[in-house]
């Protein structure tokens, strides 16, 4: 678990903890990870990381969430405006603010990834996929929905990192509407 107080001093900490642990696991291993190293990476006592953060996969949790719960802002901006939802947004910005699911891909629990968006973008699968049938999903479509979604990204997005980031948000948005227009087509020839 993590607990970052709502103050400026814990979230520089956090930061420089979360930045450390980025940074380290680009170099290493994250299961050879220990406390002593975060804390001098980040230039913190021991005494802050456990403050702040219980034991250093929190802190690739923490990272996690934050990118998702940003995506859900955008989500509530843009309905707000008025605007239908843009699924296209949320892999925007999880493209250009990837780091924190880097680290996660790198330590091998991409299921922190699912279990984060699948806590806080349910209401947004609900209304996005709900729209589209015209009813409100039941708790079982709204997994399988929200799972199958959640799988494309993340797959695509572990190739991004594998590949070594060589292609643009764009390009990647525009590989995924390709590839979805070729399984749309090819699902439907063989009806």
Same mark, same amino acid.
């Given at each position: ?58 802190? %690739? ?80 479509? %709204? ?13 695509? %997005? ?34």
């Amino acid at each position: 678990m993590y607990h970052i107080p709502s103050d400026k001093r814990a979230e520089r900490s956090a930061a420089a903890i979360e930045a450390a642990v980025q940074e380290l696991i680009a170099k290493r291993d994250f299961a050879s990870l220990g406390i002593t190293d975060i804390c001098a990476a980040a230039h913190v006592s021991r005494a802050t990381f456990y403050r702040l953060f219980d034991m250093p996969i929190d802190v %690739l949790r923490y990272g996690a969430e934050r990118v998702v719960d940003a995506v859900v802002e955008i989500q509530h901006e843009e309905q707000a405006a008025g605007r239908p939802l843009n699924p296209l947004l949320n892999v925007q910005y999880v493209f250009t603010h990837y780091k924190p699911f880097e680290a996660v891909v790198r330590a091998g629990r991409v299921d922190i990834i699912f279990s984060a968006a699948r806590e806080r973008m349910a209401p947004f699968f609900q209304t996005f996929v709900g729209n589209f049938y015209g009813r409100e999903l039941s708790p079982a479509e %709204l997994n399988l929905y929200t799972r199958i979604i959640q799988g494309i990204l993340t797959s695509t %997005l572990i190739a991004w990192i594998e590949n070594g980031h060589r292609e643009s948000p764009q390009q990647i948005i525009s590989r995924i509407r390709d590839f979805s227009s070729i399984i749309y087509r090819a699902l439907h020839t063989h009806e």
